[in-house]
């Protein structure tokens, strides 16, 4: 069965973070100064730049991971199972042309082409923490628009009470589906009050630039609270339906991946603690946060649930 390991990572892999672990430019993050000073020059030299509007209601007062961990760690079984293949196989990604088909229970369904979709509503940047399953986690500033400006747009029906997301399903482009370690096109849902949730991130870039495939692109949802397999990545099909949606991960291994997967320190998965975590760069093991920091915005979508139930 496809699984995950939670293998500890290998000093080798965790890079020094001469840049970020630097205080007084933090502070300067923190104070809002422009995040292009402290990246490297070759990220702005390129054409792929990505504009977004610093969002303080979204930041989290910790380090952000560096880009080079963010794009050279990564989960995208696409593209392979190890943490460096993405980036080593995804940069023939084909992401243009490219559309987002919405249907099911709305009453607008529409097949957006990107640049449509990327103009919809302002581009923001917000800063979250990631938090995977596997007991890693980091802090990225993400760019995008809350998903929730899209649903209004199509206007879901009475009966839409899912959302589906449908990943790309191209063995010629993405080698990991020419094996069967998940069940293919990679899908993934949310109930439609957690995918209207402001949090809920509809993504195109990071660090000031378009996501690198490897991420995702051309566009992947964030969701922050929820384990980092529920933000799909190189999303082509976003459905409403009234079912709760199976998804790729209750396939591979339905008693340890469930619908919800919102990050919770006091519910085990079936094979491991999920009580801490390792940030990215750092050495020593940090606290799990009840879903994952968000509980204030979040814990009201979940009144009377019985969480270890709905894992
Ligand atoms: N989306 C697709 N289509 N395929 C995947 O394998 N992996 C998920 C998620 N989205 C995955 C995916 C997992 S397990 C994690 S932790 C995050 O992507 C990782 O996102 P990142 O590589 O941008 O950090």
């Known amino acids: 069965m496809p699984v995950y390991k939670p293998t500890p990572i290998p000093a080798s892999e965790i890079t020094p973070r001469p840049l970020f672990n630097d205080r007084r430019r933090f502070m300067q993050i923190a104070a809002g100064a422009s995040l292009a000073a402290l990246l490297p020059p070759s990220v702005w030299a390129a054409d792929n730049k990505l504009a977004g509007v610093k969002n303080p209601a979204y930041t989290v007062p910790e380090e952000l991971t560096p880009y080079k961990d963010v794009t050279s760690y990564n989960n995208f079984y696409e593209f392979g199972t190890g ?13 243009r042309p490219w559309t987002v088909t919405v249907e099911g229970e709305v009453k ?62 191209d063995a010629s482009q993405m080698p990991g589906q020419q094996t069967s370690v998940l069940a293919w ?40 609270w929820k384990y980092g397999f529920k933000s799909a990545k190189s999303i082509v099909g976003i459905r409403f339906t009234e079912q ?6 209750m396939l ?32 020593f093991r940090r606290k799990t946060l009840m879903f994952n920091g968000y509980e204030q915005e979040v814990a009201a979508l979940y009144t009377g649930m019985d969480l270890k139930a709905n894992f």
Not at 83 to 95: F, I, M, R, S, V
Not at 244 to 249: D, K, N
Not at 263 to 269: A, E
């Open 83 to 95: 943490k460096d293949d993405p980036a080593k196989n995804a940069g023939g990604l084909k992401t």
């Open 108 to 169: 607008k369904p529409q097949v957006f082409d990107l640049d449509t979709l990327m103009k919809m509503a302002a581009i923001e940047e917000r800063i979250y923490r990631l938090r995977c399953v596997e007991a890693w986690s980091m802090v990225v500033p993400w760019l995008g628009f809350s998903l929730a400006e899209l649903i209004k747009q199509v206007q879901p029906t009475g009966k839409a009470k899912f959302v589906e997301f449908i990943s790309l399903n």
């Open 185 to 224: 096109p990679y899908r993934e849902g949310l109930r439609i009050d957690e995918a209207m949730h402001p949090l809920t991130l509809l993504t195109f870039g990071l660090y000031g630039e378009l996501l690198p495939n490897q991420n995702g692109a051309p566009v992947r949802v964030v969701v922050p």
């Open 244 to 249: 709760q949606p199976v998804t790729s991960w």
């Open 252 to 283: 591979a291994g339905p008693s340890e991946y469930g619908f919800y997967s919102n990050v919770n320190p006091t519910v085990d998965h079936a094979r491991w603690s999920q009580a801490k975590e390792r940030r990215i760069g750092e050495f």
